[in-house]
């Protein structure tokens, strides 16, 4: 029960810290530019800071709840959906005056928390893990023939998606589209032009 507890205090501490951090820069956004961003968005700074904290203080317990299953690299990108599902559910102004708990915002903010939280978690598993599974280390350091072989692969599946994904996607909502263009074609780039800025930098630290 101890250990228990123990995690779900990591997981609220964690949550309220970045709350407290997103509150401080919209505090700052508050200084300088007064109402007008607010406004566009239909919402406050108060209601902002409120949902920061709410979505601090769920995604938090949330983490502690689910400490256990980040023992992996695949269990870190889980916690980091975890942690951030709460703060695109409870941020103001992106529902369009949609209910909270609607299939359309629960899609979109499913969406958002994917993306982020998985890439959150696998840059905090890496920081934690100089040394990782054999297929993440050949992407964390990167040869000349692994950068090649992850340009190749990532420009079939995009080559793939825009192909396809165009034919398949007319009836599909439009949160499944996104979802398709990020995972068949943003990631896949994005990862290859991560994988080559990595590669130069070692070569220059040679």
Known sequence: M???????LKGLSLGLFLATGLSAWVLLLRA???????????TSFTAVVVGYYLGGAVGGLLIGLAWRIGRSLVGYALLGVLGVFPFYLFAPGGRH???LFGPENLASVLLGAFFVGAAVGVWVWSDDHPHGPHWFD????????????????AMFVALLAITLVPRWSFYWPFQLVVFAAGALFIVPLATAVLVTMQFYRRRLER
């Open 2 to 8: 101890r250990y228990f507890l123990g995690n779900l």
């Open 32 to 42: 300088q530019a007064g109402t007008a961003p607010f406004d566009r968005l239909n």
């Open 97 to 99: 005056n949609g209910p």
């Open 138 to 153: 050949m992407l964390r350091f990167p040869t000349f023939k692994t950068t090649v072989g992850v340009w190749s692969a």
